[in-house]
C-alpha cells in the first residue's frame, strides 16, 4: 500500500497500488466478508453475512433501513418524465458492534460510525444476476415501449415471451436471438457489479448507457 502516486520504474509485477485519501485513512469502519477480507463492492445478497471492522476505539455501528428503488433512468428515446421524490423514508434503525456479523434483509441501508457514513445496498440472492420473468422484462425499458413491456408482464408465460421478444429481434434467427440474450442481459449483470449504489446498477444512468452502448 502506498500513500504516493504508483512510482514509474514499478509497473511490472503482482503488487497492487492503492492510492491513500484523507477520506480513506479517517473512515472509521470497513465492510469485510466472513473471512475477515476487505469487501470490494458496494452491494451485498439478501441474508449473506459480512462484517464490519472498526477502526480505533469500539464504537456502535448504526443502519437506517429505506426503500429499494425500481426507478430506471430515463430511456434514450424518453419524453418528458415525472419527477422522482427526493427524500425515502426510513422503514426502520438499529445499532451494532464493531467485528459483528450482519445478515440483513433487501433494502438500501446507511452505515454509520463516529461522524463517516455509507451505503449498502441489500439485493435479492441472486444478484447480479437477473432471472426471473420480471426481472428480465425490467432492463427492456431501454429497449422498448410501455405497451410492448405490459404484453409482456401480461403474457400468459412471461420468460417463453422474452425469448419471443429477443427471437423477433434476430429475425428468427435463434443462434443470432441467444447471442443477443447473453449481450444484453451479461450487461445488465455487469452493470450491477461497476455501478450499484443506491440502487441496482442497469437502473443507474452510468448503467443505461453501459447497456445501451
Known amino acids: ?18 492510492q491513500l485519501t484523507t477520506e ?3 473512515r472509521p469502519f470497513l465492510l469485510t466478508d466472513t473471512l475477515g477480507q476487505p469487501l470490494l463492492r458496494r452491494y451485498v445478497q439478501a441474508n449473506e453475512a459480512f462484517g464490519i ?5 469500539d464504537q456502535p455501528v448504526r443502519t437506517r433501513r429505506y426503500p429499494l428503488s425500481s426507478q430506471a433512468a430515463a430511456p434514450p428515446m424518453a419524453g418528458t418524465l415525472p419527477a422522482q421524490p427526493r427524500t425515502l423514508s426510513v422503514q426502520d434503525s438499529g445499532a451494532f458492534r464493531g467485528g ?9 441501508y446507511l452505515l454509520q460510525a463516529g461522524g463517516s457514513r455509507q451505503g449498502v ?3 435479492d440472492n441472486n444478484f447480479p444476476e437477473l432471472t426471473t420473468a420480471d426481472e428480465l422484462i425490467a432492463p427492456l425499458v431501454y429497449l422498448t415501449s410501455s405497451a410492448e413491456r405490459k404484453k409482456l408482464f401480461d403474457a400468459p408465460e412471461p420468460k417463453k415471451a422474452v ?9 428468427g434467427n435463434q443462434t443470432i436471438g441467444r447471442q443477443l440474450i447473453r449481450t444484453y442481459y451479461g450487461r ?20 443505461m448507457l453501459y447497456l445501451v452502448l
Open 163 to 171: 425469448d419471443r421478444f429477443w427471437l423477433d429481434v434476430a429475425g
Open 100 to 108: 459483528q456479523l450482519l445478515q440483513l434483509p433487501a433494502g438500501l
Open 1 to 18: 500500500i502506498e500513500t504516493s502516486s504508483q512510482p514509474d520504474n514499478d509497473l511490472a509485477g503482482d503488487g497492487a497500488w492503492l
Open 188 to 207: 445488465v449483470a455487469e452493470a450491477n457489479r461497476l455501478f450499484s449504489a443506491h440502487k441496482a446498477g442497469w437502473l443507474t444512468d452510468r448503467g
Open 53 to 57: 471492522d472498526c477502526y480505533g476505539p
Open 121 to 123: 445496498l441489500v439485493e
Open 24 to 26: 480513506h485513512l479517517t
